[in-house]
T-cell receptor, first 115, second 114 residues
Framework: AQSVTQLDSQVPVFEEAPVELRCNYS??????LFWYVQYPNQGLQLLLK??????LVESINGFEAEFNKSQTSFHLRKPSVHISDTAEYFC?????????????FGQGTILTVHP | ETGVTQSPTHLIKTRGQQVTLRCSSQSGHNTVSWYQQALGQGPQFIFQYYREEENGRGNFPPRFSGLQFPNYSSELNVNALELDDSALYLCASSLIQGSNYGYTFGSGTRLTVV
């Protein structure tokens, strides 16, 4: 079975500071990895995904994540955060084409950006 | 393209009652999955439907059941509601096709069982 651990439940930062949200996973097979963002009282929005190829993936709003197979990690980073980045972030994993719909999520990290 | 829409947005039910939640998949998506997100937790996989048949199930009892219709819309039914069923229920549709592999989530239905 696969599992996801988000190492920080809450991360407070000041605006324009860098941030890293940590995610580790365990799986005996190759996986696809995702980061989702959830704003209050809303559903999940895909931030970025790793399927194959380059281990560094980027989103359109400045976030990036690096797949590290040896450390089984997929940490999310942003060099300079904005107030609008305040939200809850979820790391998720699936076994890929053999497990189409089943995403396994971490417990979430609440990112709070202070002015 | 249209996104995933869920209805109703909020619902209050009494313990022991039955509830039906609805989901319209994103245009072109043929797979739908349902998740339960309890307060302060990450979403938990309930089950997935592909071509109108259940195709994978998480650790949920049989009183959680579903349907997928020919137009790829879907229902989640929960019988004999319990207080612990109070949660945000999320529907996600997907189309597994190469680099388009991904899931689009709806905004969810907030179910409160009293």
């Amino acid at each position: 079975a696969q599992s996801v651990t988000q190492l920080d439940s809450q991360v407070p930062v000041f605006e324009e500071a860098p941030v890293e949200l940590r995610c580790n996973y365990s799986s005996s097979v190759s996986v696809y990895l995702f980061w989702y963002v959830q704003y209050p009282n809303q559903g999940l929005q895909l931030l970025l995904k790793y399927l194959s190829g380059s281990t560094l993936v980027e989103s359109i709003n400045g976030f990036e994540a690096e797949f590290n197979k040896s450390q089984t990690s997929f940490h999310l980073r942003k060099p300079s955060v904005h107030i609008s980045d305040t939200a809850e972030y979820f790391c998720a994993v699936t076994k890929g084409v053999t497990s189409y719909g089943k995403l396994t999520f971490g417990q979430g990290t609440i990112l709070t950006v202070h002015p | 393209e249209t996104g995933v829409t869920q209805s109703p947005t909020h619902l209050i039910k009494t313990r022991g009652q039955q509830v039906t939640l609805r989901c319209s998949s994103q245009s072109g998506h043929n797979t739908v999955s349902w998740y339960q997100q309890a307060l302060g937790q990450g979403p938990q996989f309930i089950f997935q439907y592909y071509r109108e048949e259940e195709n994978g199930r998480g650790n949920f009892p049989p009183r959680f059941s579903g349907l997928q219709f020919p137009n790829y819309s879907s229902e989640l039914n929960v019988n004999a509601l319990e207080l612990d069923d109070s949660a945000l229920y999320l529907c996600a549709s997907s189309l597994i096709q190469g680099s388009n592999y991904g899931y689009t989530f709806g905004s969810g239905t907030r179910l409160t069982v009293v």
